[in-house]
């Protein structure tokens, strides 16, 4: 009998150490799939670590036998147990719940046999011999089910024509000459920041390296933060490796597709992987190459459970599987523009647009300037100029694209008698009213109800919708746009692209199809429509209302809105033919605020300047390092109570080693919203002056704050969010 070391699916708090002891008749290798007994369940579990001879063979207990090997599954690779480990103690979670909750999870549902059909299914709709023979499942169906458009395509048996290839931009040729060599291992690899305004032709760079890689044999991991950004990605991907198999990763495939393109990753099928954040833990037997997209994006932020950040493990991976990392964007994070800076990121600049395209003009409309509206009547959406350049735009057969970051019709209805407003009852929030079907929907909780025909408290049936969002704006300026003509005859039209028109399958894909075919003149939308997507048509962009951004107390609302601004000018002007006359308006109360200015001067880098010296001078991240303690309760006064307790808890660990000099404790404070369905949430920040101290603090104060939750019975959850987005 040998003893293993098995990572299971352990509730994270549960007190358990992290891995379990089992028994098994056969050798097992470390990274092999197990079915292990677990109270009376019987769950899966990746081996973790094989007993030596002279290990203590004498345990407490008489071990429970390993149930069942799924031996048809190559066992998962040192360096993905390396790096789920890591992993986990980073942020702070149980190794056996990480290494669960990153595999696909129909695969957590099969057995051997289950396994060994869904690799033979794979292997032949790929074509692919298996290299040693393994005994045919069972019962074989009869009728396969059809390979499915995610599916991974089947390796043609002639290679196919290479694609004429584009020639480089300077700037391209320059930043591949620094790149190339590292991914096809003639050079150590290492990690890069490539700075690229929008429209430098950042993907082309990408392209150009995962062939490098690819020619010499690895696989390519590529990252995008948003799903929707997938579909056209992989296409360009397709288009240029047509005789390569790709996969795509995320979290809007069907379970067996998932798991299929998984194994195919996995078992080394695949040469090319297009994913969202959880690709970063998709197993890679000859990683040559990981880029991120779009790196600043918080999306690469994991929000619940293990809160991890797909774009800092891809730093780690890259050194753990000698690969070459890209981090990709216009507006790179302050962190990674910090590490570019002192040297510990390769930085690579891309200053110019292709074809020598000028990024837009930008307009600051000051609003206070615009004419007043008579008496009772709100400020229309658009102000004169915005609406004159969107005529303009209709006239000469151009898209215009308006952005607003919130959706629904108003973010608030209110009666004019008595002042009521659609609060939620579960949430310290207004209820969004969303017209389309006459609902006070909470985006917090859910909490959905009709709109009451009058005022619940004072029977007025005179309520009327406070405030805009995009279901209201795309209505305002189709009134705006009336009686104006597209050349060739008709009325202008008006779409809309958010969470809300998106819901059903296929319908952003049709949407974003009927922009691109000129279907459409006005685009109205939430930050949805600025990201990534490659618009030819579009020479005007707006953000309606982007103030609300300005005045958070995040310390990186600025960072983020002036990411969010950029990237929705480089949506205009992407042909280059057209470049000359786009423009980017930004209406706003407060038009002297620096980051206007940085924007109109398309310059991130002194916005990063200035931006880094205030983090520097207020001790925030990249000088210092967060972690974040939320907890929930019904009660306010649990919920400080546990992090005070908490809080009292840290500063006697850390007496002993006299590092409370380098650890600050903030107060409990409630954030934005401080009630949710029910609940008062409260957050308590945790700075340290480096990584090291703040890991060393965690690594001995987590693994206690179980313990304190007896005496404090009404706490109903707690968390650990490390290097924590939103606080
Ligand atoms: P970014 O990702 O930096 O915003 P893209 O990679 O989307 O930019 O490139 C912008 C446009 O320029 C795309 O339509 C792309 O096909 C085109 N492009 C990129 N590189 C070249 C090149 N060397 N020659 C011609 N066109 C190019
Ligand atoms: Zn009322
Ligand atoms: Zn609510």
Known sequence: MKRVQVAVETPQHAGMGDLLDYESEHELAPGSLVLVPLGRRVVPGVVWSVARPGDDEASPHALRPVQEALKSLAPLPEAWRVLVGFAARYYQRSLGELALAVLPPELRKLDDAGVLKRVLKLEKKLGVARAEASPAPKRRRKNAA????????????????????PPLTPEQAAVLDALLPTCTGQATPACHLLHGVTGSGKTEVYLRAADAALQVGRQALVLVPEINLTPQLEARF??????????SLHSGLTPAQRLANWLAAHLGHADLVLGTRLAIFCPLPRLGLIVVDEEHDPSYKQQDGARYSARDLAVYRGKLDGATVVLGSATPSLESWQHAQTGRYQLLTMAERVGHGVLPKVRVIDMGEQPKPPA?????????????????????????????????????LTCGACGWKSGCPHCSAWRVFHKLDRTLRCHHCGFTERVPK???????????????????????????????????????????????????????????????????????????????????????????????????????????????????????????????????????????????????????????????????MAGL???????????????????????RAARDLARNLLLPEGAEAEVMFYAPVPPHVARVAGFERRQMLVEAASRATLQRLLAQWTPQLPSLRSGHKGLARWAIDVDPLGI
């Open 376 to 412: 009772g009547h709100e400020l229309p959406p658009l102000s004169p100029p915005l609406l004159a350049a969107v005529q303009l735009r209709i006239a000469r057969g151009e898209q215009s694209l308006l952005f607003l970051n919130r959706r629904g019709f108003a973010p608030v």
């Open 146 to 165: 059809p390979v499915s458009a995610d599916a991974p395509p089947a390796m043609p048996a002639a290679p196919l024509p290479a694609p004429t290839l």
């Open 238 to 247: 397709a288009q240029r490796f047509p005789g390569r198999r790709m996969v």
């Open 621 to 643: 991240p990249p000088y210092a390092h967060l972690a974040l303690l939320r907890c929930e309760a019904r009660e306010a006064s649990a919920a400080e109570g546990f992090l």
């Open 454 to 616: 009058a005022c619940p408290d004072c029977g007025n049936l005179d309520i009327a919708p406070l405030g805009r969002g995009t279901e209201r704006l795309e209505e305002q300026v189709a009134a705006m746009l009336q009686g104006c003509e597209r050349p060739g005859g008709g009325p202008a039209r008006v779409a809309r692209i958010d969470a809300d028109t998106t819901r059903l399958k296929g319908t952003l894909e049709q949407q974003l199809a009927a922009v691109h075919d000129g279907d459409v003149d006005v685009l109205v939308g939430t930050q949805m429509v600025t990201k990534g997507h490659d618009f030819r048509r579009v020479t005007l962009v707006a953000a309606v209302n982007p103030d609300s951004a300005l005045f958070t107390a995040d310390f990186r609302a600025p960072e983020r809105l002036f990411a969010t601004l950029m990237q929705a000018a480089g949506r205009a002007g992407r042909d280059a033919e057209a470049a000359e006359r786009s423009e980017m308006f930004v209406q706003t109360w407060s038009p002297g605020h620096a980051i206007f200015a940085a924007l109109a001067a398309h310059d991130f880098a002194s916005f990063a300047q200035s931006q880094l010296r205030e983090r520097e």
